[in-house]
């Protein structure tokens, strides 16, 4: 095939079900275009109900914004540190900086490339005994495969510090059947273009405690102390969502589960068709854990390799991207602590994403298995 002529295959587009605009319409029948409104609190009921377990919601503008406030909740403040997967997107790590605090990087596991609990621990007691307890713990379920949660939890709890739980990537994964962004002090979502439901852009801070909602909200409408007038006793933030972008994601949660299945449909296919190969390795499930499979990722056998299928698959119109490049390796990040024990520098030199949409079509697949094919003859 031509590449020209062939039709562009992305990594992960937006993906809509069909009732959106209805939401959206309404909106502006209404008249309720504004960062308040009948469709930010269908949202964040649609989100509670989905996540059950006794969570509270508050809609944000962006995934980014729920995790500086998050991180502000659980009391990160100038001086302080928060230790964070290192393997991650540089939003997990750039709210800590916002405010004044610094982090500390964790390397990775093998068995779901997550936070390696060894290295946490080894962390907190070295960051203890070097005169400064640890303010929080980020968490991230990477490309939707839950973290170790009972090991991390575990050793959050005996140190008594909190976790963020940073579930941008794994909005429909459960671990043990409970539903992640339920697990941390306070859990975040993204609602981004390339994520598995999208608003456009939007997030959602979650806690089991109510007064962590009330509290966001009151910094994201920024922070209006009770009053006729305008009052205001604390530095706020304009971080909600807006009424229309909410009904996107109304219309959204009707089709989660659909989306959920068609990724890990993606990843039966490019495993069916690709692990015959000794060159490339699947992420596999553990045992209770359930993945969305936002991305299907593969670990392939050598630098060389992943780098020829990348071209490959640039040259057929088909986008594919290296695994996220640890914080630790960022040159924004480089005079951080750190706590490495090789795993993600190895997983982002080997690792590649695969397209892995919602709406891809068997043909798209089959495209992308045929180059990679070729690559590996
Ligand atoms: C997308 C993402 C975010 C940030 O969410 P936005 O809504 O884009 O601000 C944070 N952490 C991870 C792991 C992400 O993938």
Redesign the pocket.
Same mark, same amino acid.
């Given at each position: 095939m031509n590449a020209i002529d062939s039709k562009r295959i992305w990594l992960s587009s937006p993906h809509m079900g069909g009732t959106e605009q209805d939401f959206v319409k309404k909106a502006f029948e209404t008249n309720w275009v504004a960062p308040l409104g009948p469709n930010v609190d269908g949202f964040e009921k649609d989100i509670q109900s989905y996540l059950g377990n006794d969570v509270h919601v508050a809609a944000l503008s962006? /995934?980014?914004?729920?995790?500086h406030l998050g991180l502000k909740l659980l009391g990160v403040s100038e001086g302080d540190e928060v230790l964070c997967q290192s393997m991650?997107?540089a939003?997990?790590a750039n709210p800590i900086v916002y405010l004044g605090a610094k982090p500390v990087f964790i390397d990775s596991e093998r068995d779901t490339w997550n936070i390696c609990a060894e290295q946490l621990e080894i962390a907190i007691k070295d960051r203890i005994a070097k005169g400064k307890k640890p303010k929080a713990i980020v968490a991230?379920?990477?490309y939707g495969m839950p973290y170790n949660v009972e090991a991390v939890h575990s050793i959050a709890s005996e140190y008594r510090i909190p976790i963020l739980e940073?579930s941008?990537?794994a909005f429909g994964s459960t671990y043990h059947g409970v539903k992640c962004g339920t697990f941390g002090d306070i859990a975040?979502l993204?609602?981004?273009g390339?994520?598995i439901i999208t608003t456009s852009?939007? /997030?959602a801070l979650i806690s089991k405690d109510p007064k962590h909602r009330e509290k966001a909200i009151f910094l994201a409408t920024q922070a209006r102390d009770n009053a006729p007038h305008y009052e205001h006793s604390e530095i706020g933030y304009n971080y909600r969502i807006s009424n229309i972008t909410a009904g996107i994601g109304r219309g959204q949660m009707q089709v989660l589960d659909s989306h959920v299945a068609n990724r890990r449909r993606n990843f039966d296919f490019y495993k069916k068709h690709l692990e015959n190969s000794s060159e490339i390795k699947f992420l596999e499930e553990p045992q209770g854990y359930f993945a969305n499979r936002w991305l299907t990722c593969i670990e392939t056998s050598s630098y060389e390799l992943r780098e020829k299928i990348r071209l490959s698959l640039a040259d057929e119109n088909i986008e594919s991207r290296p695994l996220?490049k640890p914080m630790h390796q960022q040159a924004v990040f480089a005079d951080c602590a750190t706590y490495l024990n090789g795993i993600s520098d190895d997983l982002f030199d080997r690792g590649l994403c695969l397209p892995s949409g919602s709406n891809l079509e068997e043909e798209d697949l089959y495209r992308i298995v045929s180059v990679i094919k070729k690559v590996l003859k």
């Amino acid at each position: 095939m031509n590449a020209i002529d062939s039709k562009r295959i992305w990594l992960s587009s937006p993906h809509m079900g069909g009732t959106e605009q209805d939401f959206v319409k309404k909106a502006f029948e209404t008249n309720w275009v504004a960062p308040l409104g009948p469709n930010v609190d269908g949202f964040e009921k649609d989100i509670q109900s989905y996540l059950g377990n006794d969570v509270h919601v508050a809609a944000l503008s962006s /995934g980014t914004a729920a995790l500086h406030l998050g991180l502000k909740l659980l009391g990160v403040s100038e001086g302080d540190e928060v230790l964070c997967q290192s393997m991650t997107f540089a939003a997990s790590a750039n709210p800590i900086v916002y405010l004044g605090a610094k982090p500390v990087f964790i390397d990775s596991e093998r068995d779901t490339w997550n936070i390696c609990a060894e290295q946490l621990e080894i962390a907190i007691k070295d960051r203890i005994a070097k005169g400064k307890k640890p303010k929080a713990i980020v968490a991230v379920h990477l490309y939707g495969m839950p973290y170790n949660v009972e090991a991390v939890h575990s050793i959050a709890s005996e140190y008594r510090i909190p976790i963020l739980e940073d579930s941008a990537e794994a909005f429909g994964s459960t671990y043990h059947g409970v539903k992640c962004g339920t697990f941390g002090d306070i859990a975040i979502l993204s609602f981004n273009g390339n994520k598995i439901i999208t608003t456009s852009g939007g /997030g959602a801070l979650i806690s089991k405690d109510p007064k962590h909602r009330e509290k966001a909200i009151f910094l994201a409408t920024q922070a209006r102390d009770n009053a006729p007038h305008y009052e205001h006793s604390e530095i706020g933030y304009n971080y909600r969502i807006s009424n229309i972008t909410a009904g996107i994601g109304r219309g959204q949660m009707q089709v989660l589960d659909s989306h959920v299945a068609n990724r890990r449909r993606n990843f039966d296919f490019y495993k069916k068709h690709l692990e015959n190969s000794s060159e490339i390795k699947f992420l596999e499930e553990p045992q209770g854990y359930f993945a969305n499979r936002w991305l299907t990722c593969i670990e392939t056998s050598s630098y060389e390799l992943r780098e020829k299928i990348r071209l490959s698959l640039a040259d057929e119109n088909i986008e594919s991207r290296p695994l996220w490049k640890p914080m630790h390796q960022q040159a924004v990040f480089a005079d951080c602590a750190t706590y490495l024990n090789g795993i993600s520098d190895d997983l982002f030199d080997r690792g590649l994403c695969l397209p892995s949409g919602s709406n891809l079509e068997e043909e798209d697949l089959y495209r992308i298995v045929s180059v990679i094919k070729k690559v590996l003859k």
